[in-house]
């Protein structure tokens, strides 16, 4: 092709105007991915942002599935798996809010039980921003706690005896705190019920004190056994029934306490120590108040409704309504408790911030308290009139002191660890039976009694039922070979005769106990079920007439009453409420003469 000047100028006019237009959309380019780096990089953000949600997500969701079937899996395995997955949970918490709340100081309240932790745990315990094994164990009881919550929680579990004094509640302090009153009632008739008491001090047949730490009695009372402990077999004294349910109504985000009295009011013989005294609930700008040794709330003015410290500070006749004329009398008046210390149950691991930290990243199903803010709880207790200060209960860690003492002994002595591993071997013990009757205590405990088909699960009930051997069949475990492994009994080579001969005796003596345990504990199901006349029949002729001893028969006789009271049977529950073989004589009598009561009032409307 050939070219002309002519052209040539207008070509290189094409070029200049190609050129111009290259220059501006490249100017335009770049303007526009100026413009535009902020919106990428908030996408870009965003799905990190997403990515983290969903691995925090992921993290915790292994947490919860790992807690919700732990009593399945084993101990240290699971420690650990729970631990990692928190740590790496942990590790995507990094906004300045979770920065603030991991550097949030520890309550200086801790100063009252850091004497009792050993040296490399003071600091770890409460202060340390990482997850440790420890931790664990506090997360275990936190969500055993809530699920019973959630279905005890309910207007079917109320007390009759106070439903007319709630009804009228409301017109005088108002719905809210009414019914976080009601919820505190529920679950202080619940443990009452579920959880058997035992004396203070057991003096059951056992073997010689072992070396103890300083200041602990062997099968002394409150700290013999840990609050799970406590939940988990079912019966306790008054104290480690108080710790459950303080445990309980933190689920429930209701604050509850020990009201001790200083040495000068509690007649201690001059140990210088406080003296536990009752269970202080606070609702609203009250403290509400439930006798845990009398296992009722304490009546008010007119042995009415729930006492307030205030009216029983006040009035002298609220305290001295505990007594039973000729039978008990009560230690305590109003001028003794003035001035009451109040002691909040917390463990170092739920005072940590590492604890605050994830009670903010639970939300849904998973929600529970995990974290106390121990210094405005105490600040708010320490606001009523009548608290003279706020502490730290050294019950908890008393109780693990305790409990390792009782390892320490078993490891020297195989004398002690017989007594020690067989007290609970039906429930606890690495064997087929005790871990079925653990696995339908786990269901009963979270309220799941009967089978879900679905998931093809047996629920508690059915469970329970499995444990209820008959009795030829338990005199056939030493020719049953089926039998034997299930509990655990094989003829090794080399046993004598006389020997193998003790060990079956042993499991048939289990597989007795362990049935009268699920036949006690499903007679329990039916109450809470509201099967009020199946539950008669099971406390009646199974737990009670079998003819067989059981430490189940003294709660069972209190349970019985109880039944016979919700079917209207009134004579007969009182009767029962007074006889010898009431666990609560002292608190019995005072429920009978409170149904007594209102059996009268119902009459004169009639």
Same mark, same amino acid.
């Given at each position: 092709?050939?070219?002309?000047?002519?052209?040539?100028?207008?070509?290189?006019?094409?070029?200049?105007?190609?050129?111009? *237009?290259?220059?501006?959309?490249?100017?335009?380019?770049?303007?526009?991915?100026?413009?535009?780096?902020?919106?990428?990089? =908030?996408i870009q953000a965003k799905r990190q942002d997403?990515?983290?949600?969903?691995?925090?997500?992921?993290?915790?969701?292994?947490?919860?599935?790992?807690?919700?079937?732990?009593v399945e899996l084993n101990p240290k395995e699971?420690?650990?798996?729970?631990?990692?997955?928190?740590?790496?949970?942990?590790?995507?918490?990094?906004?300045?809010?979770?920065?603030?709340?991991?550097?949030?100081?520890?309550?200086?309240?801790?100063?009252?039980?850091?004497?009792?932790?050993?040296?490399?745990?003071?600091?770890?315990?409460?202060?340390?921003?990482?997850?440790?094994?420890?931790?664990?164990?506090?997360?275990?009881?936190?969500?055993?706690?809530?699920?019973?919550?959630?279905?005890?929680?309910?207007?079917?579990?109320?007390?009759?005896?106070?439903?007319? %004094?709630?009804?009228?509640?409301? !017109?005088?302090?108002?719905?809210?705190?009414?019914? !976080?009153?009601?919820? #505190?009632?529920?679950?202080?008739?619940?443990?009452?019920?579920?959880?058997?008491?035992?004396?203070?001090?057991?003096?059951?047949?056992?073997?010689?004190?072992?070396?103890?730490?300083?200041?602990?009695?062997?099968?002394?009372?409150?700290?013999?056994?840990?609050?799970?402990?406590?939940?988990?077999?079912? &019966?306790?004294?008054?104290?480690?029934?108080?710790?459950?349910?303080?445990?309980?109504?933190?689920?429930?985000?209701?604050?509850?306490?020990?009201?001790?009295?200083?040495?000068?009011?509690?007649?201690?013989?001059?140990?210088?120590?406080?003296?536990?005294?009752?269970?202080?609930?606070?609702?609203?700008?009250?403290?509400?108040?439930?006798?845990? @040794?009398?296992?009722? =709330?304490?009546?008010?003015?007119?042995?009415?409704?729930?006492?307030?410290?205030?009216?029983?500070?006040?009035?002298?006749?609220?305290?001295?309504?505990?007594?039973?004329?000729?039978?008990?009398?009560?230690?305590?008046?109003?001028?003794?408790?003035?001035?009451?210390?109040?002691?909040?149950?917390?463990?170092?691991?739920?005072?940590?911030? *590492?604890?605050?930290?994830?009670?903010?990243?639970?939300?849904?199903?998973?929600?529970?308290?995990?974290?106390?803010?121990?210094? @405005?709880?105490?600040?708010?207790?320490?606001?009523?009139?009548?608290?003279?200060?706020?502490?730290?209960?050294?019950?908890?860690?008393?109780?693990?002191?305790?409990? #390792?003492?009782?390892?320490?002994?078993?490891?020297?002595?195989?004398?002690?660890?017989?007594?020690?591993?067989?007290?609970?071997?039906?429930?606890?013990?690495?064997?087929?039976?005790?871990?079925?009757?653990?696995?339908?205590? %786990?269901?009963?405990?979270?309220?799941?009694?009967?089978?879900?088909?679905?998931?093809?699960?047996?629920?508690?009930?059915?469970?329970?039922?499995?444990?209820?051997?008959?009795?030829?069949?338990?005199?056939?475990?030493?020719?049953?070979?089926?039998?034997?492994?299930?509990?655990?009994? *094989?003829?090794?080579?080399?046993?004598?005769?006389?020997?193998?001969?003790?060990?079956?005796?042993?499991?048939?003596?289990?597989?007795?106990?362990?049935?009268? &345990? #699920?036949?006690?504990?499903?007679?329990?199901?039916?109450?809470?079920?509201?099967?009020?006349?199946?539950?008669?029949?099971?406390?009646?002729?199974?737990?009670?007439?079998?003819?067989?001893?059981?430490?189940?028969?003294?709660?069972?006789?209190?349970?019985?009453?109880?039944?016979?009271?919700?079917?209207?049977?009134?004579?007969? #529950?009182?009767?029962?409420?007074?006889?010898?073989?009431?666990?609560?004589?002292?608190?019995?009598?005072?429920?009978?003469?409170?149904?007594?009561?209102?059996?009268?009032?119902?009459?004169?409307?009639?």
């Amino acid at each position: 092709m050939r070219f002309t000047v002519g052209s040539q100028n207008t070509v290189g006019s094409m070029a200049g105007r190609c050129f111009l *237009r290259v220059s501006l959309i490249a100017s335009c380019l770049l303007v526009g991915c100026a413009d535009k780096v902020d919106p990428v990089r =908030a996408i870009q953000a965003k799905r990190q942002d997403r990515l983290q949600s969903q691995s925090t997500v992921d993290h915790l969701g292994k947490t919860f599935d790992l807690l919700s079937n732990l009593v399945e899996l084993n101990p240290k395995e699971s420690k650990r798996q729970i631990t990692y997955h928190l740590n790496q949970w942990r590790q995507g918490r990094t906004s300045p809010a979770d920065q603030a709340i991991i550097k949030t100081p520890v309550t200086p309240l801790v100063k009252n039980i850091a004497d009792l932790l050993p040296t490399d745990s003071k600091v770890d315990r409460p202060g340390r921003s990482s997850y440790i094994a420890s931790d664990v164990d506090h997360l275990r009881d936190s969500y055993l706690c809530r699920q019973i919550t959630r279905w005890v929680d309910n207007p079917q579990h109320d007390d009759p005896l106070l439903e007319e %004094w709630f009804s009228q509640l409301p !017109e005088k302090i108002g719905e809210d705190e009414t019914e !976080e009153l009601r919820t #505190a009632a529920r679950l202080f008739d619940w443990t009452v019920r579920n959880i058997a008491i035992e004396p203070l001090i057991d003096a059951t047949p056992g073997p010689p004190a072992p070396p103890m730490s300083d200041g602990l009695e062997f099968r002394g009372g409150a700290y013999r056994q840990t609050d799970y402990q406590t939940l988990w077999r079912g &019966t306790g004294d008054a104290w480690q029934q108080a710790g459950v349910f303080i445990l309980l109504a933190r689920q429930s985000g209701i604050p509850a306490f020990i009201l001790a009295l200083p040495p000068a009011a509690s007649d201690d013989g001059g140990s210088g120590e406080l003296k536990p005294w009752c269970l202080g609930v606070l609702v609203g700008e009250e403290v509400y108040l439930f006798e845990p @040794q009398l296992g009722c =709330a304490v009546p008010g003015p007119g042995q009415t409704g729930i006492s307030t410290l205030a009216e029983a500070r006040k009035d002298a006749s609220v305290l001295r309504r505990l007594k039973v004329p000729g039978f008990f009398s009560y230690p305590f008046t109003s001028k003794k408790v003035t001035q009451c210390v109040a002691l909040l149950h917390v463990t170092p691991e739920a005072i940590s911030p *590492r604890m605050k930290l994830l009670q903010s990243g639970l939300t849904g199903d998973r929600r529970m308290v995990t974290f106390v803010d121990a210094d @405005q709880l105490a600040k708010d207790i320490d606001a009523v009139r009548g608290i003279a200060g706020v502490r730290l209960w050294r019950k908890s860690l008393l109780a693990e002191i305790y409990a #390792a003492d009782l390892v320490r002994a078993a490891e020297r002595d195989p004398v002690f660890q017989f007594w020690y591993k067989s007290r609970w071997a039906i429930l606890e013990a690495p064997m087929s039976s005790a871990q079925l009757l653990a696995k339908a205590r %786990w269901k009963h405990l979270k309220g799941v009694f009967d089978n879900d088909d679905i998931e093809n699960e047996k629920g508690a009930r059915v469970l329970y039922l499995s444990q209820r051997a008959p009795e030829f069949e338990i005199a056939d475990l030493s020719i049953d070979v089926n039998l034997q492994k299930l509990y655990g009994v *094989r003829r090794e080579l080399g046993i004598s005769p006389e020997v193998y001969q003790r060990q079956i005796q042993q499991a048939q003596q289990m597989m007795r106990m362990g049935k009268r &345990t #699920a036949t006690y504990w499903i007679s329990l199901i039916q109450y809470d079920d509201n099967r009020f006349d199946t539950a008669e029949t099971w406390f009646t002729k199974r737990v009670l007439g079998d003819g067989q001893p059981s430490r189940w028969e003294p709660s069972a006789t209190y349970n019985l009453a109880r039944t016979l009271e919700r079917l209207g049977k009134t004579d007969e #529950a009182i009767e029962l409420y007074k006889s010898d073989q009431n666990p609560r004589p002292h608190g019995s009598r005072i429920r009978a003469r409170l149904l007594g009561k209102q059996v009268e009032s119902e009459g004169d409307e009639e």
